[in-house]
């Protein structure tokens, strides 16, 4: 093994401490489990095809504490001006927060009303970070869009991370 090399990686982001990962369970990011969406290969009613999705989606009234699944820093906070339709790649998240964690995953947390932390700040593990909300393309129902991705772009099943 060389270790040189798997350090470069692992400060790069490209390989991710599973030890750690499975040392400490995510927090939930709701308390509630109704989920609306599952990860991966879904049909969403209306749609003629298979999409991916690169997240879990609960239903959640508005105004629900969204909770940081692990310590980490604020990476982002984006507000989008106009409709969802002209955002390009982000087009339906809305309001939404990217956490980086002490393991290297980001989570992503969308459809946000507002915000309880700035970028920058340090958060722990099931911190409030915000409130649900029904901003972007949430299709009539409120939602958090819940997604872990590693700094890559990367996503993996929210549930292999969270101990419910």
């Known amino acids: 093994m060389d270790w040189k090399l798997l350090g470069i990686l692992a400060a790069t982001g490209i390989i991710i401490d599973a030890q750690r990962r499975k040392a400490r369970p995510y927090h939930p990011p709701v308390g509630t489990i109704r989920i609306l969406r599952e990860y991966g290969g879904t049909r969403r009613r209306g749609d003629s ?3 991916f999705h690169s ?3 609960f239903e959640l009234p508005i105004g629900t504490n969204v909770y940081a699944a692990a310590d980490g820093i604020v990476l982002s906070i984006t507000i989008p ?5 002209s955002r390009g790649a982000r ?5 939404f927060i990217d956490v980086q964690h002490d393991d290297g995953l980001i989570t992503r947390y969308a459809h946000m009303n507002d915000f309880s932390v700035g970028v920058g700040e340090r958060v722990g593990r099931g911190q409030v970070i915000g409130h649900s909300g029904e901003t972007g393309h949430v299709s009539r129902r409120p939602r958090l869009h819940f997604e872990v991705r590693e700094p890559n ?5 929210p549930r292999k991370f969270i101990r419910w």
């Open 49 to 51: 095809d298979d999409r």
């Open 55 to 57: 997240a879990i989606d």
């Open 81 to 85: 001006t106009g409709t969802y339709r």
């Open 91 to 95: 087009k339906g998240y809305g309001r």
């Open 153 to 157: 772009g990367t996503t993996h099943d």
